[in-house]
């Protein structure tokens, strides 16, 4: 899947990259307050969620898989490495999908002002909200939306700053908002919190009513060795409530967790960061089953080997932007034709096909590399690689009729 979502790289110091992800209503523009306070210090990616800022507005409405996925893609595209994600509210949300669905793309977790479900009371409550904004537009939720995001003292001490944000919220496209609130009003993650095994920070606001304490200590109890902090004179925007407080203990998180802890944590053998982007990047060409089943045949024998071809060959070389992954698809099925590795052909066919990116190659694609290979290779391996990527199509439903052309890759 590609991305629809617009977003910012922003260069900084050494250490993870912090992914900033908003809250419903919002855009990445909000997160200048706690930007300011981190002061450069680490490499910073934001972005906007579908239906909002500048990011595209799908059809509605969107479920928590579908803005997770996207984001995923996002990270697959633009980050490349593992990274740690820093969700607000609904970003709390897509974060935590994303430690469950999505374990390899995080090195680590911080869910704020968020929660992992609601009960029938908050869910009616979001169907008032959806049922307001189709009737009525934007204006008519921006007085309770400021007052559950800001709590009192903050909206006397910093009009500008509560202004601010009630105009990000009006100019926030309806019909992705309303969209948005579908996905947040279905949230449930109850299932899955136990089975995140990345660090992972909590935080609440004291003050919080959309979001109470309660729900982030659901969440902290539920993921093993999570860490629960609160902010106090915070409500649910607590990073720009008190952005200060939040860039601290989000700093404290990775340099004690993801830092000096992280050995700890992981075991002595935790494993490189050119390692985590290399296996990355090998889910993202080969696939998450593939990956795993060859993972899981290492032994003391191979797994030097494993580490060597996942830095390597994975982040190294696969990893280096010049070419672009469907430039190298197109090699390494030549090349292993040329070489006869039959086995690596076969898994490269399917790796392109399957492939949900734009790196993603059609059975014209690979006509047209065997035929290419025919020529520079020989008739009688090209006329093997037919009959292997031939078996496989056929295997799939993917042979069209003679004289028909797949150029999407579907019969």
């Known amino acids: ?5 617009s977003y910012t790289l922003q260069p900084g110091g050494d250490g993870p990259l912090l992914v900033l992800s908003h809250a419903l209503g919002m855009k990445q523009q909000d997160w200048a307050p706690l930007l300011a306070e981190l002061r450069g210090r680490y490499r910073v990616l934001t972005f906007d969620h579908l239906g909002h800022g500048q990011s595209r507005v799908l059809p509605g409405p969107y479920d928590m ?68 904004v189709e009737r009525e537009g934007m204006a008519s939720i921006a007085d309770a939306v400021m007052a ?36 947040v009003r279905h949230v449930d993650w109850r299932a899955g919190l136990p089975g995140i095994t990345c660090p992972t920070l909590v935080i609440a606001g004291a003050l919080d009513v959309g979001a109470p304490p309660a729900m982030s200590e659901a969440i902290a109890d539920a993921i093993p060795g999570a860490q629960l902090a609160v902010i106090e004179q915070a409500s649910h925007i607590s990073a720009i409530e008190q952005p200060r407080e939040f860039a601290r203990l989000l700093e404290a998180f990775v340099s004690e967790r993801m830092v000096e802890g992280e050995g700890a944590f992981h075991g002595a053998s935790s494993p490189s960061p050119d390692y985590e982007r290399g296996l990355l990047q090998r889910r993202r060409i080969l696939g998450d089953a593939w990956v795993d089943r060859s993972l899981a ?5 191979n797994a030097e080997f494993q580490d060597l071809i996942t830095r390597h060959a994975w982040n190294d070389i696969w990893g280096r932007p010049s070419l672009g992954d469907r430039t190298r698809r197109f090699m390494v099925l030549s090349l292993m034709l040329g070489l006869k590795a039959w086995e690596e052909f076969a898994l490269h066919v399917r790796a392109a096909l399957d492939a949900t990116d734009a790196s993603r190659l059609s059975p014209d694609d690979i006509k047209e590399a065997i035929l290419m290979a025919a020529v520079y290779c020989g008739v009688p391996a090209a006329n093997h690689a037919f009959a292997v990527a031939g078996a496989i199509l056929k295997e799939r439903g993917l042979v069209p009729p003679l004289g028909f052309k797949a150029g999407n890759g579907t019969s």
């Open 65 to 132: 898989g579908l803005l997770i996925e996207q984001a995923a893609a996002l990270l697959r595209s633009v980050a490349r490495e593992p990274v740690v994600w820093v969700g607000l509210s609904m970003g709390g949300m897509v974060g935590q999908g994303l430690a469950i669905r999505h374990p390899e793309l995080l090195r680590g977790l911080v869910v704020a002002s968020s929660t992992a479900f609601y009960p029938e009371a908050g869910r009616a409550n979001w169907d008032a909200r959806i049922a307001s």
């Open 297 to 301: 045949q290492r032994t003391s024998f």
């Open 148 to 183: 559950r995001y800001f709590h009192d003292g903050f909206r006397a001490a910093q009009p500008a700053e509560v202004q601010a944000a009630r105009d990000t919220l009006l100019a926030t496209d309806a019909a992705g908002y309303v969209a948005s609130c579908h996905a």
């Open 1 to 5: 899947m590609s991305h629809a979502l």
